[in-house]
Antibody
């Protein structure tokens, strides 16, 4: 069974940093591209970033303007999102998601990031 | 970037109704279109991929159609479990983009 478990969310002040993690199991992690997708409270889904299976290709939403960095450790079956210079508008549930040729087929349960003073 | 537009934003219906949700892409995406269902406090769940292929385990009352720029999700006979928010997503190219969502409410 595919499982994706996010962690690392919490309350952070504007301008602060946070690192999210996603532990994957139930599939060959090193064979799949992975994504972060976020959802602000009461809002829709917003794709954040993708990383290919061997991190040869990395993509970001234009709105992030270089503040976020996606990475992975295939030896640890883990995906990460380093978030810097956080703003109130970054407040959201952040989902880790697997994709198969760009189709997002499995999602984690999400971790809440709240940016507030 | 490809923009996805769903309509309607909200849909009120009754158990047993047949309902349809439309998704339009700002440029052609062939059939690289997925539909997701999301319930409050839960992660999205994949329903349909490649515009019309039903994900394993999804009830057959759900169907998808379309290609190019216009797509439709149809639920043939609404069940109580179907009241949720539905999103389309194009996966033709990066950045992958979602529609704004359609909330299906009980009338």
């Amino acid at each position: 069974e595919v499982q994706l478990v996010e962690s690392g969310g919490g309350l952070v002040k504007p301008g602060g940093s946070l690192r999210l993690s996603c532990a994957a199991s139930g599939f060959t992690f090193s064979s799949y591209s992975m994504n972060w997708v976020r959802q602000a409270p009461g809002k829709g889904l917003e794709w954040v970033s993708s990383i290919s299976s061997s991190d040869s290709y990395i993509y970001y939403a234009d709105s992030l303007k270089g503040r976020f960095t996606i990475s992975r450790d295939n030896a640890k079956n883990s995906l990460y999102l380093q978030m810097n210079s956080l703003r109130a508008e970054d407040t959201a549930v952040y989902y880790c998601a697997r994709d198969d040729k760009l189709l997002v087929d499995y999602w984690g349960q999400g971790t809440l990031v709240t940016v507030s003073s | 970037d490809i923009q996805m537009t769903q309509s309607p934003s909200t849909l009120s219906a009754t158990v047993g109704d047949r309902v349809s949700i439309t998704c339009r892409a700002s440029q052609t995406i062939s059939s690289w279109l997925a539909w997701y269902q999301q319930k409050p406090g839960k992660a999205p769940k994949l329903l349909i991929y490649k515009a019309s292929s039903l994900e394993s385990g999804v009830p057959s009352r759900f169907s998808g159609s379309g290609s190019g720029t216009e797509f439709t999700l149809t639920i043939s006979s609404l069940q109580p479990d179907d009241f949720a928010t539905y999103y389309c997503q194009q996966y033709n190219s990066y950045p992958c983009s979602f529609g704004q969502g359609t909330k299906l409410e009980i009338k």
